[in-house]
C-alpha cells in the first residue's frame, strides 16, 4: 500500500485541467530538417507531430494548453489558429472534408503560447508556464514525444495524481546500452499494478552508472511545487535547468510516484524513430494502410532478395 503524501482527500484535491507543451528547443538531432522548421512541425502522415500530442491532450480532459515557443516556431503557432485565405478557398469549392482538417487543430483546446526566450533546457521551460499556470497541478506533454492514440496512459497517470497527490513520471523499460540518453529513475515497488515509488532520477546517467532501466519519457502531471524547486535549480546537464533535476528534489521528499508503460511510444525527435513513427501510423490508416502496407511488403520482399544477391535495395517503387 502506498503511503498518502498529503492530508487532502481525493475529493479536495484540484482536478488537472492545464497541459503545458515544451516546443522550444533547437531539435539539432535533426538538422538540417530543422533549421526553419521546428521539428514538433515534422508531418507524421499528414499532421504535424504536435497535433497528435495536443489531441492526446484533448482526448484525457486537458482542456487549457500552453506551448512554450521560441523563435523560428511561429508555424507552431500558425498552426494552431485560424487560417482565413486558406478557409475561405476551401469552402467556395466545397471541399468540407479539408476544410474540417484545416480547422481542426484550433477546436482542439483552448490553446495559448508563450516564448521561451532562450532554450535554456526543458526545465527552464515548464518554469515559463508558472504564470498561466498558477497553483494547480498540470500535465506536461513533450512536443515530440507522441504516445499513440490507442494507448491510455496520460489519464493513467491523471487517475495516480488523483489517489496520492504529488508528481507522477511516465517510464519506460529501456535497453541498457541506451539508459544513458534518458533521464533514468530509481524506484520502489507498490502493491499496485504499474505504479511505483519514484525515490531517485538521474539525467542521462553515466554508462554503468544507471540506478534502474527505467527511463523517463516525455509526459508528466506535476504538482505547483516543482516551480518552486525550479527556481533554484541550477543548470545541470548539458548547461541546461533539467526537469529532471527539480523532480529529484521532489522524489528525496517521497512525493512522485511513475507510472511503467510499456506501450507504443514514438521520439518525432530522433531521425530514426520519426521514420519509424511514420511507417507504422500510415499503416494503421484505414485509408492509406492498405495500399502502402502492401507496397511496404513488397519493398521488403525487394529488400530481403537484393540482401541475398549482395546488391543494394533500391526496386519497389
Ligand atoms: P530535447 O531533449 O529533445 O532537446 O528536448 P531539443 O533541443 O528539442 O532537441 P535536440 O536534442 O537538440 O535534437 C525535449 C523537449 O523539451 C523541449 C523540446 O522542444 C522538446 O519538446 N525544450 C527543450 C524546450 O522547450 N526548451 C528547451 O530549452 C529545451
Redesign the pocket.
Known sequence: MIAPHSSATPAARPAVRKAV???????????PA?KATP??MLPVVDKPAIQYVVEEAAAAGLEDILM???RHKRAIEDHFDNAFELEQALAAKGDTVRLDAVRDPARLADIHHIR?G?????G??VLCARHHVGNQPFAVL????LIDARETLLSRMLEVREAHAGSVVALMEADPEQIHLYGCAAVEPTDEEGVVRVTGLVEKPAPGTAPSRYAVI?RYVLDPAVFDVLERTPPGRGG??QLTDALQDLAAGGTVHGVVFDGLRY?T??KADYLRTVVRLACARPDLGPEFTAWLKEFVADLEDDEADGRDGHRAA
Not at 507543451?21 to 538538422?31: K, N, Q, S
Not at 532562450?118 to 526543458?122: K, R
Not at 513533450?142 to 514525444?145: A, C, K, M, S, V
Open positions: 507543451v515544451p516546443a522550444a528547443g533547437l531539435g539539432t538531432r535533426f538538422l530543422t521539428k514538433e512554450v515557443t521560441g521561451q532562450d532554450p535554456l533546457g526543458l527552464h521551460a513533450l512536443g515530440d514525444d516525455g541546461e535547468i521520439d525527435g530522433d
